[in-house]
């Protein structure tokens, strides 16, 4: 089945500096890689996506890049704030266009004012 | 309030009882999904239930685990003889996973989630 394997589990960073974290998967009939964020307490939301056809998308401070000959995709934080604090759920579809996700572990990712 | 709604929030209950878990997706959303979330843990995927097709089920833990959709839209996740392991957070999505606007969505929608303790 579908392994999504996310690195690091947490990460500490002071405000303003950047952030990065990697997930590889293994199926490649996978085309769609979303990144959700979850605040404590809170419900999982989608933060970017991107799909096989680009290797590379930007919203404001996020980026996600693509490497599908290598298997892996990486979210990217810039100028973090301590409100980007919440662990972050990169995952995969199951290709041929269906939309059952499988996560990653997650990364607390924390911004130290 | 147009969101995914899940009931009840809260659920404590004795090793060995059955608990039911209701979702009310979006409405409109062709699919929803079950997934489940142990304290300080990853997204584990329970079910999926995309329209009228038969469900994806290879995410239940157990034959204690079961899910029923009616009628395409509201959702009970079903867990028998209930076990300590089960306890987590069980957190229901749906997702309008047509195409729209020329671009397939497939953005999952989560509710608060359901907090299953069991004693």
């Known amino acids: 089945g579908e392994n999504v394997e996310q690195h690091p589990s947490t990460l500490s960073v002071q405000e303003g500096d950047s952030a990065v974290i990697k997930c590889t998967y293994s199926?490649?009939?996978?085309?769609?890689f979303p990144w959700y964020k979850q605040e404590l307490g809170k419900r999982p939301q989608l933060i970017i996506d991107?799909?096989?056809?680009?290797g590379e998308k930007k919203d404001q401070r996020i980026a996600v890049t693509l490497n599908k000959t290598a298997k892996h995709f990486s979210l990217h934080i810039t100028e973090t704030q301590p409100e980007d604090s919440a662990v972050y759920f990169c995952a995969e579809d199951s290709g041929a266009g269906s939309y059952q996700l499988t996560f990653g572990k997650g990364t607390k990712l924390s911004v130290i004012p | 309030g147009a969101g995914v709604s899940q009931s009840p929030s809260n659920k404590v209950t004795e090793k060995g009882k059955d608990v039911e878990l209701r979702c009310d997706p979006i409405?409109?959303?062709?699919?929803l999904y079950w997934y489940r979330q142990s304290l300080g843990q990853g997204l584990e995927f329970l079910i999926y239930f995309q329209g009228n097709s038969a469900p994806d089920k290879s995410g239940l833990p157990s034959d204690r685990f079961s899910a029923e959709r009616t009628g395409g839209s509201v959702s009970t996740l079903t867990i028998q003889r209930t076990q300590q392991e089960d306890s987590a957070v069980y957190l229901c999505?749906?997702?309008?996973?047509?195409?729209?606007?020329?671009?397939?969505?497939?953005?999952?929608?989560f509710g608060e989630g359901s907090r299953l303790t069991v004693l």
């Open positions: 199926d490649s009939a996978s085309n769609y």
């Open positions: 991107i799909r096989s056809n680009v």
């Open positions: 999505a749906s997702s309008f996973s047509r195409l729209a606007g020329g671009r397939i969505t497939g953005e999952l929608f």
């Open positions: 409405s409109g959303h062709t699919a």
